[in-house]
């Protein structure tokens, strides 16, 4: 591992700055360091303005995600010796709003959330609670997409978000099929009336970026394929 990392970082304030630049740093290297020490002892010891955001720095929080070399990545997760070189440009996520510097808005990633009525909502027949056991099928079926820390990674890599404002994109539909495959849930039809739409799931295309982006390795394209059927058994009737 070399002594020092070249680091390039994205500047921007909106509310003072004509465009956006990059500024360059020279880093020392210790081990075991993640791209968040990096931006970190930039702000510590070189640039006290330098922005951006984290919370928990054990990859649960989803709050330091970044566009580091190419990719969307969570900076507490991300260790620079895997990055295999001392070169390492640092980017807000695209396909959000920036705010300033690395920090980006998350207010439109979390509407399309709202859209699917995120969370869980018994049905009123169901008194007592029901329990799913872990070792189920149907558990089983949904258990990686359960995982989801709403980071924004699939939503910065998805090019149909890129181009379509109104796309409710990867996470949210990840999130909407962990719910519809619940069937003690009370609005399981609503919600897919919701997703099936031209803005819903017949806007991806199938391109597994949002995948491949996904730090928490779930599949949101298979979720997504998963509520296209359940669209089509819902036109025939069949799901309810
Ligand atoms: S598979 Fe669908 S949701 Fe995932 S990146 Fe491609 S278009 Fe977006
Ligand atoms: S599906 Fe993965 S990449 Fe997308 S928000 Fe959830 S954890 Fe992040
Ligand atoms: S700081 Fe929470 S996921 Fe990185």
Not at 66 to 82: D, E, I
Not at 113 to 123: A, E
Not at 170 to 182: G, W
Request: charged letters at 25%; aromatic letters at 10%.
């Amino acid at each position: 591992m070399p002594d020092l990392l070249h680091v390039k970082v994205f500047r921007y304030n909106p509310e003072s700055d004509i465009a956006p630049k990059y500024d360059n740093f020279e880093v020392p290297v210790f081990n075991n360091m993640a791209i968040l020490d990096v931006v970190m002892h930039i702000q510590n010891y070189m640039d006290r303005s330098l922005s951006f955001r984290f919370s928990c720095r054990i990859g649960m929080c989803g709050s330091c995600a970044m566009y580091v070399n190419g990719r969307a990545r969570l900076a507490c997760r991300t260790q620079v010796s895997a990055l295999k070189t001392q070169n390492i440009t640092i980017m807000p996520l695209p396909n959000f709003p920036i705010i300033r510097d690395l920090v980006v808005a998350m207010a439109p990633f979390f509407e399309k959330w709202k859209k699917i009525k995120p969370y869980y909502l018994p049905k009123k027949e169901i008194s007592e609670p029901v329990t799913v056991r872990p070792d189920s099928k149907e558990r089983e079926f949904i258990d990686d997409m359960l995982d989801c820390i709403s980071c924004g990674c699939c939503y910065s890599a998805c090019s149909m978000v890129a181009t379509n404002k109104e796309y409710l994109g990867p996470a949210a539909l990840n999130r909407a099929y962990t719910l519809i495959a619940d069937k003690r849930d009370a609005i399981r039809v609503e919600r897919l009336k919701v997703v099936d739409r031209s803005y819903g799931v017949w806007r991806c295309h199938t391109q597994f970026n949002c995948a491949e982006a996904c730090p928490k390795n779930i599949v949101p394209t298979r979720s997504i394929q998963n509520l296209k059927r359940r669209c089509v058994l819902k036109k025939f009737g069949i799901f309810k």
